[in-house]
């Protein structure tokens, strides 16, 4: 998120907007302030360059560095929040949507049965997305803005989404209309571009090499075999979707920190898209590709694979023989 915001124009070389003078010096060995602030303490002033990312492990350190390390944890509590929602709805919705579908087109054209994954994934997905969307954008902003004064509490999710309704956050006035309610789903159509490809392209991968796994193991009731094949099939799986789908995750980011209201209800995924080519190419087509396929394989081979054990679990208990 940060790279991509970076490349967004964000910008991450004012760290602070306004200089405290700190008796502690060890602050201004272990991180990186500005120049007014370092001069108070004897330091040489930082160069711009030192709060630019120039990738991946550079974001690591310099957060680090600048923040603090707890700050690799910020909008967790965003993410927490979207998780629960839209796994609770995704899972489920997914596994009702295919094995309907799977069931008809069985009975009435089984060419077309390879494709019901894609086509569950990507509507169980758009529901999903639809529904938690706005905490979505929440954790977005959370991740990609630093705070602009040494020492403050950073918002949390409801104050980030106020953030995003209001312009003047510092009045408490309800506006006349409940019209800049939908700048909570601003974005939307880019969050959905995103999502429902990777779904499409996920759970289309996920499927055959899930059941080719299964069929080598050779025990389909094992606990483990189900965990293993899960996990590996998710993998594979969201690590081929998180890749391909890289383009329209930096027009999300792009869209969801965009604080120019009209501007935001304006653009298009289209557009954005074309505006992210002219300006980085393909590079910036693909900023922070590598940190997205990390998160994406692991992420969907964990919630896939608990996903089966606990039905698995489930089913088992429900047929277990009732003891007297």
Known sequence: TRLQAQAAGVPYHNLYSTCHLETNTMLADARCFPS?????????????QSFQYK????????????????????????SLALAMPTVGIYMPCYDIFRNY??????????????YVPLVAGSVARSLACVTCYPVELARTRMQAFKDGKHGTKLPGVFKTLVGVVYVDTSTKKLPSSFSSFRFLWTGLGAQLSRDVPFSAVCWATLEPVRRTLLRMSGDKSSL????????????VAGSLAGATTCPLDVAKTRRQIEKDRIRALTMTTRQTLVEIWRDGGIKGLFTG?????????????IVVSFYEVVKYALHNRRHQPCKN
């Open 36 to 48: 007014c602030y370092r001069s108070l303490v004897g330091e040489p002033p930082c160069s711009p």
């Open 55 to 78: 990738g991946s492990l550079d974001v690591f350190r310099k957060v680090i560095q600048q923040e603090g390390f707890a700050r690799l944890w910020r909008g967790t509590n965003a």
């Open 101 to 114: 579908m799977e069931e008809y087109t069985n009975k009435n054209a089984p060419s077309m049965t390879p």
């Open 224 to 235: 483990a075999a189900i965990l293993g094949a899960n996990f590996t099939a998710g993998f």
């Open 289 to 301: 590709v590598g940190p997205r396929v990390a998160r994406a394989g692991p992420s969907v081979g």
